[in-house]
């Protein structure tokens, strides 16, 4: 049971059959006597099995590392075996009296005459348990044998306890008799004691005879002639009344009628922690888990003339203080058991819901007072003897359905059993309770080491001597230190309450208290060694203390240490101490009061008459008035402060002596208090005075704890599955030095851009490329700067929590009622977030009122929390002004339409209002919780969770449903049948939405779902060529009445919101989990696949990254050799098509190019679409594209079937690589790289028409468009965008045809705006906005805006520019975009040499992103953008006359305007470049360059052609060049150029650099602020649209 695998509890039974399945028939079927202590008799048969190998098993465990993982699987070894010979004993009429450690004990009960019989059937059921179950191979090589023992004669059984809790004993010379049997045994026998031998029918027995009267050992039964055992079976059942009686069950006790008489008394005989389950009705298999718990061992040995009934006494008496004092201390009495002429009581501290802190010193001190109770109270005690360890264990049940008990197991429970041999007669304890109890040393004596039977490493002993006063000193200083390299984090308001409280005490001459609040990890020790740096710092003595909890219990003892440290007599030798006070108190304190310090400081000062004549309460006071005295002395030399730390653990008389000493003495005190603990009267009280403040020291912020986390490491940044700050910085520290000692990272230098050619090395340039929003600033250059990143083989979401950290969070859990801790355990199952159907799904016979009001009380105390991800629309933009006609609904018509949407499917109640999500707000609780599940128990629920998700794992409502990769369930189908091993549910086809079918097998999703827009009617070639031709208005005003008559009747999902965020969130994220620890790697791949291309969807590059790396592992790693490649698991070949095409993707984004191209070909590849690698073989595939191609593509479609679906899987990826390809070849300006991008768009095209989804092919004309353009063919870029306004017209307004309108949008936009159309641009980019940001889609949202501001900068309305950046920065500062926060920062840069002063972003931060981030292999590859940036960074510095960092820049512009193209951004670069030159010819003096010749005129005039030739498709830029080409023409020589001093206006539709008087001029208001000097620009902008359209047309 404690692995799910036997059968589970049935959930119908009542309260009463579960209990009676955890006792024995002996208990169920008792009946009712007296509550004092009560011998009854009874004839019976023993029968003891004692399973061999266990603790030398639990041993082998214990010599490793991975304690949980260990205990899981002993407990399902254990648990498997014990369970089958449990059931056996049951066939046979057994009753189980209990399973106690690795031995089980089972009685039949019969009278005298009938001995002989069951003698038979017992022996008959220990042969047949030794021949099924005598040997179990396990697989760490330690075989599990069984040893038997058989005795039989007069049973006494005996109840110890009180009315709340009982402990059935079994005891008596037959008792003791199967316990020597079984210890006379070895592996495989069976032993007879000497007196069952003699009741049996000895000649049905083959034995031998072992020792005279002592005992026989059985070999063989005698079954002859006319014997027959089954006629024997049937008799002896008539002597068994309590057998079963249905075929149904093995025990009649779980048959009974409810009887609440029996109920409770059956309660009695069970933990309260097991009956608080069992009453909440939680299944037995939720009841088991792995935890570390302290275990009480207590051992009485009686003298052996004591009268069996005097024992019980003895043991009764024993039992009722044990139970008390155990209890006080949080812990719980197990169990009872005997041997011999002792007994034994097993304690355990730390159960689910007993767990308290400090669990280690209340055992201690429990074990001690129960020590000595026995020795000075039970009379007939030979001895006492007490062990106690710390560790994990297996808490759970064991055993069969019908008879199971609770108990734990593990490696410590052997070493508690065998300290008490070892040590017999002391309260001996193991190392790790020693050092977990926090108790002083001097509480402890180290113990030899001894040999224990089968524990090869049992660590170092302790005698606990119990609680003992001090004698001497020691060094009791605070618990840190501070850091220099660690500075102190976001504590500025408690440290300016410290310097408050100085100034204060300074002005008023009183004494002053700052006591800081917080919780435990929150920093104040932290604190306090930060303000005992900066007191001693200023010339204040400092006397710092820090207490532990036992401080609490000495009288007064937080001031003697104190004025120890002040006397300086806390660290001197013993023999020195005296001497050493002497001198302090000499001149202050009298010679005769000296002797008052003896007691207190273990001095022996002479006795003075003075002092003799005083009482106890005399002497007290006159102690503290010469405390007060030499304070007040000292005090007149420097400030004094106290600094204590743990002030909570200060006793009741030290707080009194603080309170009279603050409002006498001008002293400043420090305290730190924990938030939970519970502070004594005159503590109260002393916070009560008006000196004292209290000051509470709440969480850190998330980027405090980032900077932490970074510092521990040694890093500037950490990868986003690191971040798991909650506020504790003790947490972030104990973390991260784990995840240091366990070694799964790996670091990386930050300025060393590594060239990686392989993908399973692309971890740091991944991590590096999700960074530069928290560049380390202000680090020097020569400082080496390093990153951290997980390595691949290492799934975080199985390391363990540090023991330090779970403890802390079982203690919080632990804190929570039964039903509140099973819905955290759940809960901690499905994940950090959770959906509340889904908790209710795992929790059996939870309705969902009680759920919710589990739920809310959780909430009120803050251990969860509402999903905080707002899943209403975005805010309403910024960038809307009044004159434009927006696309929106109101919101009293969305919230009409919210009403009309009823939940009508598991998809639709994804989206209820945030109330239905929810997530864990108490640090690392979710982890210690998912942590004690078995792992078996834990598969069973990942499992539920992994089908239940299995539906939703879905593109959402507003994308009309459908796979993140098209089509994805449709081309695996070939590969589903093949993975047998699944054990998932599989689905039946029910429309747009999934609904699942639960089975025993797990299967990927089923090719029938379909969705809506998959199955769509496709239209013909021949429809498209027949639609008319429109222009861009017509267009635009089309696309504005479809959106006005949207409704939900029509589908049309203009505003409703895209949830695909939410839905890789809490489902696809979630679900690869799942399917990981389930084992299932084939789906895990396949929603790995899934997560990576929503992440991409959403623009999150580095979480698809992330999952891709994932899948990777899954796969395992690659051979060196192609013909040697064998995956771990079998996958289909599209997926591994797709599996390329993703990382290309993502390796396009982290600007590895070369490897992008290789991944994208290879996808291509196994989509059987090969691409060509040489000029020749781009020309033969050109021509074929034309022509062949073609004629194929008029042929009409076939109907969508299932085999035409998997064809449009395949050709959507086909699409979708051969679209990365052209652009990764449109990033190389080299013919042949044009050619190959050419061939790619083309191939595009074709695969697009011959997908035949208008949406596609709208997409796929906007981006041949796109490229055309950049490649400077006007006439193809144009005709392309006309194609894709015609087709645009067949596109359902759907999601996707949505997304496809706002592509066009923002192509046309950029059309208008590179043809100087610039209202037009502005109009249709505002459109385009509001589209994107309601489907969500960041990336595109991002180009409309640099549209927009483009349009805005050239139409000179610079205020609309900075509205528009501060969108794009609201926008790129959620994400990782180093290439979207470039071109940010290339905006900001225009923006402060032409704004006019506007300010978007300082200069300074513009120019450390640069210096950061230029050798970003994203930025390496981006040319078109960094030749602006450049350009004008040159430009900045060439106004402040700094031509040396003027050259630096211009020189790396000059290399890269050779690798740009006519696109808007290499146009706009371009120019920046040539108005460079035009500023070096006029006023850089001679002899600057140092490393770079100087540009000439020829030269520059040479650029101007240059840029005409290629920027063809960019006239909005043509008049300006003109301009600067006319200019450096005029001017033939540098010499008359700077003579005159004169330039003319360039009256373009740009600006104009206004150069009359000087060409330099300071701005003093905004120089100030910058330091440099700019232009000033004062034209006006000139245009004139309707001859830039005829330029355009001619």
């Known amino acids: 049971m404690a692995t799910g695998e036997r059968v589970a509890a049935q959930p119908l039974w009542p309260v009463e059959a579960r209990l009676a399945a955890l006792l024995p028939d002996l208990l169920v079927f008792r009946k009712p006597r007296r509550s004092e202590p009560e011998l009854a008799t009874a004839q019976g048969v023993l029968l003891g099995v004692h399973v061999t190998g266990f603790t030398a098993l639990m041993d082998r465990f214990s010599l490793t590392c991975k304690s949980e993982h260990d205990m899981d699987k002993l407990a399902h070894i254990f648990s498997y075996y014990i369970s089958d010979i449990v059931e056996h004993v049951l066939c046979f009429g057994g009753d189980i009296l209990n399973i106690t450690g690795n031995v089980l004990l089972a009685l039949w009960t019969v009278k005298q005459n009938q001995l002989s019989d069951i003698i038979t059937l017992v022996a008959k059921c220990s042969l047949e348990i030794q021949e099924k179950f005598g040997i179990y191979h396990t697989r760490e090589g330690q075989d599990l044998q069984l040893k038997i023992g058989l005795s039989a004669g007069w049973i006494s059984q005996v109840i110890v306890g009180d009315e709340q809790r009982q402990y059935l004993l079994v005891i008596g010379q037959d008792v003791d008799d199967v ?322 409280a100085q100034q204060k005490c300074l002005h008023q001459k009183k004494g002053q208290a700052v006591l800081y609040e917080g919780g435990k990890g929150y920093g104040k020790s932290q604190l306090l060694a930060e303000i005992n740096f900066l007191a001693q710092k200023e010339g204040h003595r400092v006397l710092p203390l820090k207490l532990k909890e036992a401080d609490f219990k000495q009288c007064f003892y937080a001031i003697q240490t104190l004025m120890a440290i002040f006397f300086e007599i806390d660290a001197c030798p013993a023999y020195y101490r005296q001497e050493c006070l002497h001198k302090q108190l000499c001149g202050m304190v009298e010679e005769p009061l000296h002797c008052l310090f003896n007691d207190l400081f273990f001095v022996k000062f002479p006795l003075s008459f003075k002092v003799s004549h005083m009482d106890d309460l005399t002497r007290q006071k006159k102690v503290k008035a010469c405390f007060f005295q030499v304070l007040q002395e000292a005090l007149r030399e420097t400030p004094l402060i106290f600094l204590i730390d743990e002030a909570q653990y200060m006793d009741a008389a030290s707080w009194e002596f603080l309170e009279t000493l603050l409002s006498t003495v001008p002293i400043i005190m420090v305290m730190t208090l924990t938030s939970t603990f519970t502070l004594c009267g005159c503590a109260q009280h002393f916070l009560q005075s008006s000196q004292a403040v209290l000051v509470p020291i709440l969480k850190l912020a998330t980027t405090s704890l980032l900077r932490m986390a970074c510092w521990e490491l040694g890093v500037v940044s950490i990868p986003q599955e690191l971040q798991m700050c909650f506020g504790n910085p003790l947490y972030c520290e104990v973390l991260c030095q784990d995840l240091l000692s366990k070694d799964v990272l790996l670091f990386h230098d930050l300025q060393k851009e590594e060239k990686n050619s392989k993908w399973e090395t692309l971890s740091a340039s991944a991590m590096k490329s999700t960074m530069y929003g928290i560049l380390p600033a202000g680090s020097e250059e020569d400082q080496e700067l390093y990153i951290c990143t997980v390595k691949d083989d290492v799934n975080l979401d199985t390391v363990l929590l540090p023991p330090l950290l779970k403890e802390v969070a079982i203690n919080q859990l632990d804190q929570l009622s039964p039903e509140e801790q099973l819905l955290i355990k759940c809960a901690a199952v499905i994940g950090h977030s959770f959906r509340i159907d889904l908790l209710q799904h795992l929790l059996p016979g939870w309705n969902k009122n009680k759920l919710l009001q589990v739920l809310r009380a959780l909430v009120d105390i803050h251990v969860l929390c509402w999903f905080s991800k707002s899943q209403e629309l975005p805010a309403k933009s910024i960038l809307v002004p009044s004159s434009i006609k927006i696309i929106e609904q109101t919101k009293e018509q969305k919230k009409k339409k919210s009403d009309a949407d009823s939940p009508l499917s598991l998809q639709e109640e994804l989206y209820l209002p945030q109330t239905e999500m929810l997530e864990f707000g108490v640090p690392l609780l979710r982890e210690a919780a998912w942590e004690l599940w078995p792992k078996a128990q834990q598969i069973a629920l990942h499992l539920e969770c992994a089908c239940f998700l299995q539906d939703l794992a879905c593109r959402c409502r507003s994308c009309h449903g459908g796979d993140f990769v098209p089509f994805h369930r449709f081309a695996i189908c070939s590969t589903k049948s093949c993975s047998g091993i699944s054990q998932f549910c599989s689905y039946k086809d029910t429309g747009s939405v999934l609904t699942q079918v639960i089975t025993d097998k797990l299967q990927l999703p089923s ?460 146009s706009h670069g371009f120019v920046r470049f040539l108005e460079c030159h035009v500023l070096m010819l006029q006023k850089m003096p001679e002899g600057v360059f140092m490393h770079t010749p100087p540009e000439t005129r020829s030269q520059t005039l040479k650029y101007c052609e240059e840029f005409f030739s290629r920027c063809v498709t960019c006239p909005v830029y043509h008049q300006w060049v003109s301009e600067l080409k006319a200019s450096v023409m005029r001017y033939g020589k540098r010499e008359s150029m700077s003579s005159t001093n004169i330039v003319r206006p360039f009256d373009t539709c740009f600006t104009r650099i206004w150069t009359e008087g000087e060409f330099l001029e300071e701005n003093n208001s905004f120089g100030r602020n910058l330091g440099i000097e700019r232009f000033d620009r004062v034209a006006d902008v000139k245009e004139d649209k309707d001859e830039e359209i005829k330029e355009c047309i001619c």
Not at 312 to 322: D, K, N, P, R, V
Not at 383 to 405: D, K, M, Q, W, Y
Not at 1254 to 1265: D, F, I, L, N, R
């Open 1007 to 1466: 090719p029938q779902d379909s969705f809506q827009f998959q199955t769509k009617p496709f239209r013909s070639q021949e429809a498209f060529t027949s639609e008319h031709c429109r222009t861009e208005e017509e267009f635009l005003d089309q696309v504005n009445r479809k959106l006005a008559q949207t409704s939900p009747k029509k589908d049309m999902l203009t505003t409703k919101p895209c949830h695909c965020e939410e839905i890789l969130q809490l489902v696809l994220s979630p679900l690869t989990q799942h399917c990981l620890v389930v084992g299932e790697t084939t789906c895990a791949f396949y929603y790995l696949l899934e997560a990576a291309a929503a992440s991409l969807d959403l623009s999150d590059n580095y979480m698809a990254f992330f999952y891709l790396r994932k899948a990777s592992s899954l796969l395992g790693q690659p051979s060196a050799f192609s013909f040697l490649k064998k995956h771990k698991m079998k996958i289909c070949q599209f997926e591994e098509a797709t599996f390329c095409c993703l990382r290309s993707e993502v390796c396009f984004n982290m600007g590895q190019i070369t490897l992008a191209k290789k991944l994208a070909r290879q996808a291509l590849r196994l989509l059987k679409r090969n691409f060509p690698w040489t000029w020749f073989g781009v020309f033969f595939q050109t021509f074929l594209e034309k022509y062949w191609r073609s004629c194929s593509l008029s042929q009409p479609p076939n109907n969508p079937s299932e085999n035409s679906k998997k064809k449009l899987a395949v050709l959507q990826q086909r699409v979708h690589c051969l679209s990365l390809l052209w652009q990764l070849y449109n990033l190389d300006t080299t013919a042949s790289s044009r050619r190959f991008a050419c061939l790619a768009t083309l191939m595009q095209k074709n695969s697009a028409e011959e997908f035949a989804n208008e949406a596609q092919v709208v997409s796929t004309y906007v981006a041949v468009s796109q490229f055309s353009q950049n490649m400077g063919d006007r006439d193809r870029w144009l005709q392309c965008e006309q194609m894709a306004i015609q087709k645009s017209s067949l596109c359902w307004f759907s999601r996707e045809g949505l997304l496809a309108t706002a592509q066009l949008m923002q192509a046309l936009a950029y059309t208008k705006l590179c043809l100087g159309h610039l209202d037009f641009s502005i109009r249709l980019g505002f459109q385009a906005h509001e589209i994107c940001r309601h489907l969500k889609k960041p990336a595109l949202e991002n180009l409309v805006l640099s549209v927009l501001f483009r349009s805005a900068f050239l139409k000179k309305k610079f205020d609309l520019c900075v509205h528009v950046l501060e969108s794009q920065w609201a926008l790129i500062s959620q994400g990782h975009d180093v290439l979207g926060l470039a071109c940010f920062y290339s905006a900001c840069l225009d923006l402060l040499l032409y704004g006019k002063g506007l300010l978007c972003r300082s200069f300074g931060e513009c120019l450390h992103f640069i210096q950061h981030c230029e050798h970003s292999c994203i930025l390496n590859s981006q040319s078109n953008v960094m030749l602006g940036v450049h350009s004008s960074l040159a430009m900045w510095f060439a106004q402040d006359s700094q031509w040396n960092l003027f050259e630096h820049h211009f020189s790396k512009a000059r290399q890269l305007v050779k690798r740009t193209n006519a696109s808007l951004f290499g």
């Open 179 to 500: 316990q020597v049997a079984q210890r006379l045994a070895q592996a495989n026998e069976i032993v007879l004691s000497w007196n069952c031998w003699k009741l049996c029918e000895q000649y049905m027995f083959e034995v031998e005879i072992m020792r005279e009267d002592e005992a026989v050992k059985l070999r063989d039964m005698r079954i002859t002639d006319p014997f027959d055992f089954d006629e024997h079976f049937d008799k002896c059942l008539d002597y068994l009344p309590h057998y079963r009686t249905s075929a149904d069950t093995l025990r009649t006790a779980l048959e009974l009628d409810p009887d609440s008489a029996l109920e409770q008394t059956l309660r009695k005989h069970i933990m309260k922690n097991l009956l608080k389950k069992i009453d909440e009705g939680q299944p037995m298999e939720y009841i088991s888990e792995f935890r570390t718990v302290t275990m009480v061992l207590v051992s009485l040995e009686f003298h052996k003339t004591a009268w069996m009934l005097h024992l019980c006494h003895l043991i009764q008496e024993a039992a009722l203080y044990i139970s008390t004092v155990i209890e006080k201390g949080g812990g719980q009495l197990s169990r009872i058991f005997m041997f011999e002429k002792g007994c034994m009581f097993l304690c355990v501290f730390g159960l689910p819901g007993d767990k308290k802190p400090d669990e280690c010193a209340h055992a201690l001190e429990s074990s001690f007072s129960i020590f000595s109770f026995c020795w000075e109270n039970l009379a007939e005690t030979k001895l006492v003897s007490i062990s106690i360890t710390n560790g994990p264990v297996f808490c759970g049940v064991i055993g069969a359905v019908a008879r199971h008990e609770y108990t734990v197991i593990g490696p410590k429970v052997s070493l508690v059993a065998q300290m008490i041999t070892a040590y017999p007669g002391l309260v001996s304890c193991d190392e790790v309770t020693y050092l977990r109890s926090m108790l002083p040393a001097y509480n402890f004596k180290k113990l030899p080491e001894k040999m224990m039977k089968n524990i090869s490493n049992p660590g170092k002993m302790y005698e606990y001597l119990g609680h003992r006063r001090c004698i001497m000193f020691g060094k009791r200083h605070l618990a840190r230190e501070r850091n220099k390299n660690h500075p102190l984090l976001d504590r500025e308001k408690e440290l300016e309450a410290f310097q408050m």
